[in-house]
């Protein structure tokens, strides 16, 4: 008498190049929402997918490699959202535009906190690394620049270096994103939103936010 029959072995979906890829960028978000950079390996970013330790190297040289298409990723998020926030396309908006600037970074600092302090944290071991963050944060304060001097030729804001004025509000929001959102959940995004606002109504308008909004 024949026994029962058994279930057909199943079979792994097989995945696309851009899938997997995908897959492992995710496993090793997750890896940094967990544990930080340094304790990042090969091996504990693909236990976090369903791919073989080999899949890795079809798609990156190295865990560096991979933290610069993880970069990749943020920053075209970053730039994306300066473009619809409008950063660089209007700097003749007043603390308005601040506003939505800053609203928007920490929005994304919320969703890439813990990779956002990878970054910098590699940053500071790898040249590689720390080129790309300073190309970054040289944009950032580009337009930051030039957001100042229109408020400084428009005479809201009394005359002054902009570009040290801009180059020390880049830091100062790294900083406080790095600090704040690094660790996961971190702070109250609407609370950290509200003081990074303050420190840029006080630096470049000399004044409160209240009399900043009212110019």
Do not use: C, K, N
């Amino acid at each position: 008498m024949a026994g029962p029959s058994q279930p057909a072995p199943q079979r792994r979906r097989r995945r696309s190049p851009a899938e997997a890829r995908q897959e492992i960028l995710d496993g090793a978000a997750a890896f940094l929402a967990e544990r930080p950079w340094r304790e990042l390996t090969v091996q504990g970013v693909m236990d976090r997918t369903t791919l073989s330790r080999a899949s890795f190297y079809l798609h990156f040289r190295d865990r560096l490699d991979l933290l610069g298409q993880l970069a990749e990723g943020v920053a075209g998020r970053l730039a994306d959202r300066a473009d619809r926030r409008r950063w660089l396309a209007d700097p003749d908006a007043s603390i308005e535009t601040a506003r939505e600037a800053i609203d928007g970074l920490v929005e994304i600092a919320v969703a890439e906190g813990p990779l956002i302090r990878a970054l910098y944290e590699a940053s500071y071991q790898e040249p590689g690394v720390e080129a790309g963050r300073e190309a970054l944060e040289r944009r950032f304060a580009a337009a930051t620049r030039a957001w100042i001097e229109a408020q400084m030729e428009a005479g809201r804001a009394p005359a002054g270096d902009a570009r040290l004025l801009a180059e020390g509000l880049t830091m100062l929001t790294r900083d406080a994103i790095v600090r704040w959102f690094g660790g996961g959940a971190g702070e109250d995004p609407e609370a950290v939103a509200a003081v990074l606002l303050r420190h840029w109504a006080g630096a470049v308008f000399g004044t409160t936010l209240g009399r900043a909004a009212g110019r």
